[in-house]
Nanobody, 121 residues
Framework: QVQLVESGGGLVQAGGSLRLSCAAAGSILSIVNMGWYRQGPGEERELVASIISTGDTNYADSVKGRFTISRDNAKKTVYLQMNNLKPEDTAVYYC???????????????WGQGTQVTVSS
């Protein structure tokens, strides 16, 4: 069974930092393109950062310059370093994307449990 496990969230004061991890587990040969998403209270889920197989990254304007997405292919893990956190960053953070299995390129079919990030003012 393939799954994504997010971790690293917590409660932090404005201006603080957190590092989120997203580990892919199961019958996965390699992760390919991955993204970090977040869903705040009463809001829709949004993409905040993405990284493709070449290592190129992209960020939402709201987090540009504060968040950094990175990957460790050997560990099949994607990270999100979040600095200078703001109360509006409060949300549940999820990862998703696609991977290579023995059957080819596959999109993760379900979301993980997410990790809660709460930023106090």
């Amino acid at each position: 069974q393939v799954q994504l496990v997010e971790s690293g969230g917590g409660l932090v004061q404005a201006g603080g930092s957190l590092r989120l991890s997203c580990a892919a587990a199961g019958s996965i040969l390699s992760i390919v393109n991955m993204g970090w998403y977040r869903q705040g209270p009463g809001e829709e889920r949004e993409l905040v950062a993405s990284i493709i197989s070449t290592g190129d990254t992209n960020y939402a304007d709201s987090v540009k310059g504060r968040f950094t997405i990175s990957r460790d292919n050997a560990k099949k893990t994607v990270y999100l370093q979040m600095n200078n956190l703001k109360p509006e960053d409060t949300a549940v953070y999820y990862c998703n994307g696609n991977y290579y299995s023995a059957h080819g390129l596959v999109t993760f079919g379900s979301w993980g449990q997410g990790t809660q990030v709460t930023v106090s003012s």
